[in-house]
C-alpha cells in the first residue's frame, strides 16, 4: 500500500467515526425522557447509535466502494486475485466485533444497574406488606429495584396496583382506596406498580418514560420507576391482547405534588364514602 | 448403504417417472424436480403473503381501524406471519435450492432418501391450504404467528386448531427435510471428496439441519400440549387452570430463535456461492466462515430468552441471554466482513445476482446492528413489542433472506431452465425492491421508538406521516414483483439460450448440462477439490474468456477437475 492510500484510509476511518458519533449526538429519535429511568436509556441509546452508525456507514461504504473500484469494465477479461485467505486480517475482523460487543455489553450492562435491574425484588415497597412466600412469586420489570438507588426510603414510594384486562388498564391506590382509570402521579416521586392481569398478557408501555413490562395472568409482576417532568403521556398495551389491542390505551399524568394532592384528596373522599 | 449410487442402479425408477412439464405436478424422487417444485410452491405462497401484507399495510394508511374489522386485521397479520415463515422462507432457502444444489455438490446422484424428500414436500401443500382454509371455515387464528397463551386459547378454538395443525405438518416436513440433507451430506459424498472441500452452501445446510432437527421437535411438543388445553381443558398453559404462560414463552422461543437461523444461514451459504463466481475470486476465509457458521448453530441455541425480557424473568436470566445474543455477533460479522474481502480486489460482473447480494449485505448489517442494540435488556424494555421490533426482523428476514433467494434465482436460473433471465429487468426489478423495501421499513425504526406498538389496527394520529410512507413503500414491493414474474416466465419460453455454464462457475453443478439429466450426469461425477479455485492463473486465457461447454475444458478447469 502506498503512503497516500494509507493516509486516504486512515483519513476515511477518522471522518467515518466523527461523523457516526456526531449522528450519535445529535439525531435525536426518542420522544421526551421523562422519568429517571429515561435519562439513563438515552445515554445508552446515543452510544449505541454512535457504534452502529459507524458500523453501518463503514460496511455499506466498503460494499459500495467494492462495487464501483472493482467491477468489470467493458471488455476487460480474467479474474480477480486468488486470495483465499489472510490470518492477521481474519484475526482482525474476528477482534473488531469482539471489542464493539464487549465494549456494549459491560456499558449496557452497567446502565442496567444504575436502572436498578441487578437489585433483587425484596427491596420492592409491596413487599413490606407481603410474606415471603409470595415474594419469591412476584416478577420484576426493570428498575424494580431503582427506588433503591435512587432513593434510600422505601417508604417513600407510592404502591399502586394495577389491574389490566381485555381492553383496559384499572390503577387502584390502597391509600385512599381509588379506582381509576387514568395514572395519577407527583412528579419526581417513586412510584411502585404491582401488576396482574385478569385475563391475557397484556404490557404497560409508556415510551417517555422508557419502561415496558408485560402484565400476566396468574403471575403478577412489579414496575417501579419516578417520573421526573409534569405533562400527560400515553400508556400503550405493547402485547397483543385481541381485537381491541390497538385501542387499549390510558393517560399518566404526572402532576406536581400539590395538584397530585388535590387529585387525591378529591377522590380518596368520593371512592371511601362510596364503598 | 452405498457411499455412491452407481448410475444404472435407480433405472426403474427412473422410468416411473413422468416426463416433461407433468413431472412438476407428479410424486417424482428427481431431487431437481423437489427443488423446483418447492421454489414454485412456495413463490406462490410468497404471494399469497404479499397480498396479506399489502392489506395490513393498507389498514395502516390511516390512523383509525377502517380498513377491515378489527379481529380480520389480526387474523391476517397471524397469516401473513405464519405463511411468509413457514410456507415461503424455510421452505425455499432450505428445500428449494438445498435439493437443487446438495446432491450436486456432494458429487450424488440424489438425495440419500428419496421418498421421504418427495413426502417431505408434498406436506406443504396441504398445510399450507389447510391454514389458508381456515380463513373460511370460521376465521383463522388471531394470536400471531407466536400463538402466546392464553390469548391463543381463548380466541376462536378452529382457526387456533387449525394453525396448529398446518405448523406441526410444516415442521414435520421441515424435519425430514433435515434428517435428508445431514444423511446426504454426510453419507452420500463422491469417494475422495472432503468436507473441508465442500463448498460453502453444504456447510451451511448441515449447521441448519442440525437446528432444525434439534429445534422444532419442542416447537412441535409445545403446540401439542397447546393443543390440549385448547379441546381438553389441559391447564399446561392456562393459567386459570393453574398453568404456567412463560413456560409456553419459553419453550416457543427454544424452537423459534433458532428458527430464524433456519431461516438466514442457508441465505449466507447461498451469498457464498454467488459472490466468488460472479467477482471472479476465491471465497475469502472458507476455514473461518465454516467455524462461524458452526458457532452460529452452537450459540443459536441459547440465547431464546431475548424475546422475553420484559415477559418477568429474574435478572440472572436476563443478563446471561444479553451476552449469548450479543456474542453471535462476532461470527455473523466475521462472515461479513469475509463477504467484502472476496469482492476486494475482484472483477465483479455488476448483474441482478450480484446486486441483490450486496442489498442483502447492506440491509443485513443494519439488521444485525438493531439485533444487537434489541439484545441489551435496557434498550429491549423501550422496543420490544413495537414497530423497532418489525423493523429489525424485516431488515432480517427479507432484506436478508429474500433478497437472497432472489438473487439466486438470477444466478441458477440458467442451470434451472437453460435459458438466461433479461438482466435489465432484473435490475429493475432490483431498484425497485431496494427502494421500495427500505422505504417501508426505515422509518418502523422511528416509529416504534416513538411510541407505536406492533400488531395494531390503529395508532396515534402523530404517526400518520411515517405510515404513509411505510405503505407506499409496501406498494413499490408489490408492483417490482411484475417486472421479476414476467422476466421469469417469458424468459422460460424466449430467453437467450445459456448454455451449460454462462458463469464459468467451478463448483460441480455447472459441469454439467443446463438443465442436468436425470441422475445429474452422464458419466461419473466430477470431484472438484476447489470449487472457488477463481483466479489462480492471472497471465493464462481465463475462464471468462471462453464459455465452456462440460466437454471443452479449458486448461484451468482441468486443474480443479481432478477425475
Ligand atoms: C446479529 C444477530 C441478531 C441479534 C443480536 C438479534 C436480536 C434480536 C432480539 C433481541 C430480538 C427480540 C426483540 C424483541 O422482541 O424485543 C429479536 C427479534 C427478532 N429477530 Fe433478531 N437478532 C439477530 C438476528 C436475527 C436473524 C438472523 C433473524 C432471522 C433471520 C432474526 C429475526 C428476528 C425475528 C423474526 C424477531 C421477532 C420475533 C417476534 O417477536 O415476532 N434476527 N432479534
Ligand atoms: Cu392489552
Ligand atoms: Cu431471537
Known amino acids: 500500500m502506498s503512503k497516500s492510500t494509507a493516509a486516504l484510509a486512515i483519513g476515511s476511518i477518522i471522518t467515518l467515526c466523527l461523523l457516526g458519533i456526531w449522528i450519535g449526538q445529535n439525531v435525536n429519535f426518542l420522544p421526551v425522557d421523562a422519568s429517571t429511568n429515561a435519562t439513563v436509556y438515552d445515554e445508552l441509546f446515543k452510544a449505541l447509535f454512535s457504534i452502529g452508525s459507524i458500523l453501518f456507514f463503514g460496511m455499506v461504504g466498503l460494499v459500495v466502494y467494492s462495487l464501483v473500484r472493482f467491477r468489470r469494465k467493458p471488455g476487460e477479461k480474467g479474474d480477480g486475485l486468488a486470495i483465499e485467505d489472510n490470518l492477521p486480517l481474519e484475526i482482525l475482523w474476528t477482534a473488531i466485533p469482539t471489542i464493539v460487543i464487549l465494549f456494549v455489553g459491560l456499558y449496557s450492562y452497567d446502565i442496567y444497574d444504575r436502572m436498578g435491574g441487578m437489585q433483587s425484588l425484596q427491596t420492592s415497597a409491596h413487599h413490606d406488606h407481603q410474606e415471603m412466600e409470595s415474594i419469591q412469586k412476584i416478577w420484576g420489570g426493570i428498575g424494580s429495584g431503582s427506588i433503591d438507588s435512587t432513593n434510600k426510603n422505601l417508604k417513600d414510594s407510592i404502591p399502586i396496583e394495577v389491574t389490566a384486562m381485555q381492553f383496559a388498564f384499572l390503577f387502584h391506590y390502597p391509600e385512599g382506596d381509588i379506582l381509576s382509570g387514568e395514572l395519577h402521579v407527583p412528579v419526581d416521586k417513586p412510584i411502585s406498580m404491582r401488576m396482574e392481569s385478569k385475563d391475557v398478557i397484556h404490557a404497560f408501555w409508556v415510551p417517555e418514560f422508557r419502561i415496558k413490562q408485560d402484565v400476566i395472568p396468574g403471575q403478577p409482576t412489579i414496575l417501579n420507576f419516578t417520573p421526573t417532568k409534569t405533562g400527560k403521556y400515553p400508556i400503550i398495551c405493547a402485547e397483543l391482547c385481541g381485537p381491541y389491542h390497538g385501542g387499549m390505551r390510558s393517560t399518566v399524568v404526572v402532576e406536581n405534588e400539590n395538584d397530585y394532592q388535590a387529585w387525591h384528596e378529591k377522590n380518596s373522599k368520593v371512592s371511601v364514602t362510596s364503598s | ?563
Not at chain 2, 416411473?16 to 423437489?34: A, C, M, N, T
Not at chain 2, 421418498?115 to 406443504?124: E, G, P, T
Not at chain 2, 419460453?493 to 467451478?506: E, M
Open chain 2, 1 to 563: 448403504m452405498t457411499i455412491s449410487i452407481p448410475p444404472s442402479s435407480s433405472d426403474q425408477s427412473k422410468k416411473l417417472q413422468p416426463e416433461g412439464w407433468l413431472r412438476y405436478f407428479s410424486f417424482s424422487l428427481d431431487h431437481k424436480v423437489i427443488g423446483i417444485q418447492y421454489l414454485v410452491c412456495g413463490f406462490i405462497f410468497y404471494l399469497i403473503g404479499g397480498a396479506l401484507a399489502s392489506a395490513i399495510r393498507i389498514e395502516l394508511v390511516s390512523p383509525i381501524s377502517d380498513f377491515m374489522p378489527r379481529d380480520v386485521y389480526n387474523q391476517v397479520l397471524t397469516l401473513h406471519g405464519t405463511i411468509m415463515i413457514f410456507l415461503w422462507i424455510v421452505p425455499v432457502v432450505n428445500g428449494a435450492f438445498g435439493n437443487y444444489l446438495i446432491p450436486f455438490y456432494v458429487g450424488a446422484r440424489d438425495m440419500a432418501f428419496p421418498r421421504l424428500n418427495a413426502v417431505a414436500f408434498w406436506m406443504i401443500p396441504p398445510a399450507g391450504l389447510l391454514l389458508i382454509s381456515s380463513y373460511f371455515i370460521n376465521g383463522a387464528a388471531q394470536s400471531g404467528w407466536t400463538a402466546y397463551p392464553p390469548l391463543s386459547i381463548t380466541t376462536p378454538a378452529a382457526g387456533q386448531l387449525i394453525w396448529i395443525l398446518s405448523v406441526l405438518l410444516l415442521g414435520g416436513s421441515s424435519i425430514f427435510g433435515g434428517i435428508n440433507f445431514i444423511a446426504t451430506i454426510l453419507k452420500l459424498r463422491r469417494p475422495g471428496l472432503r468436507l473441508m472441500q465442500l463448498p460453502m452452501y453444504c456447510w451451511a445446510i448441515l449447521g441448519t439441519s442440525i437446528l432444525v432437527v434439534l429445534s422444532t421437535p419442542v416447537l412441535a411438543g409445545t403446540l401439542v400440549l397447546l393443543s390440549f388445553d385448547i379441546v381438553a381443558h389441559t391447564g399446561f398453559f392456562n393459567p386459570t387452570l393453574g398453568g404456567n404462560v412463560v413456560v409456553y414463552q419459553h419453550l416457543f422461543w427454544f424452537y423459534s430463535h433458532p428458527a430464524v437461523y433456519i431461516m438466514v444461514l442457508p441465505a449466507f451459504g447461498l451469498v457464498s456461492e454467488i459472490l466468488p463466481v460472479h467477482s471472479r475470486k476465491p471465497l475469502f476465509g472458507y476455514t473461518t466462515m465454516v467455524y462461524s457458521i458452526m458457532a452460529i448453530v452452537v450459540l443459536g441455541f441459547l440465547v431464546w430468552a431475548h424475546h422475553m425480557f420484559t415477559s418477568g424473568t429474574p435478572p440472572w436470566m436476563r443478563l446471561f441471554f444479553t451476552i449469548a445474543t450479543s456474542f453471535i455477533a462476532v461470527p455473523t460479522g466475521i462472515k461479513f466482513f469475509n463477504w467484502v474481502a472476496t469482492l476486494w480486489g475482484g472483477k465483479i460482473s455488476i448483474n441482478s445476482a450480484v446486486l441483490f447480494s450486496c442489498g442483502f449485505i447492506v440491509n443485513f448489517v443494519l439488521g444485525g446492528i438493531t439485533g444487537v442494540a434489541l439484545a441489551q435488556v435496557p434498550f429491549d424494555v423501550h422496543a420490544h413489542d413495537t414497530y423497532f421490533v418489525v423493523a429489525h426482523f424485516h431488515y432480517i428476514v427479507y432484506g436478508g433472506s429474500v433478497f437472497v433467494i432472489f438473487s439466486s434465482i438470477y444466478h441458477w436460473y440458467p442451470k434451472f431452465t437453460g435459458r438466461m433471465l433479461n438482466d435489465s429487468i432484473g435490475k429493475l426489478h432490483f431498484a425497485l425492491t431496494f427502494i421500495g423495501f427500505n422505504l417501508c421499513f426505515a422509518p418502523q425504526h422511528w416509529l416504534g421508538l416513538n411510541g407505536m406498538p406492533r400488531r395494531v389496527a390503529e395508532y396515534d394520529p402523530q404517526f400518520i406521516f411515517f405510515n404513509q410512507i411505510s405503505s407506499v413503500g409496501a406498494l413499490i414491493m408489490a408492483i417490482s414483483t411484475l417486472p421479476f414474474l414476467w422476466n421469469v416466465i417469458n424468459s422460460a419460453f424466449t430467453g437467450p439460450l445459456a448454455g451449460d455454464n454462462p458463469w464459468s462457475a467451478l463448483t460441480p453443478e455447472w459441469l454439467t448440462s443446463s438443465p442436468p439429466p436425470i441422475e445429474n450426469w452422464e458419466g461419473e461425477a466430477p470431484l472438484v477439490s476447489k470449487p472457488y479455485g477463481y483466479g489462480e492463473n492471472p497471465e493464462k486465457p481465463n475462464l471468462t474468456s471462453n464459455i465452456l461447454s462440460d466437454q471443452s475444458n479449458s486448461d484451468s478447469e482441468e486443474d480443479e477437475v481432478k477425475k
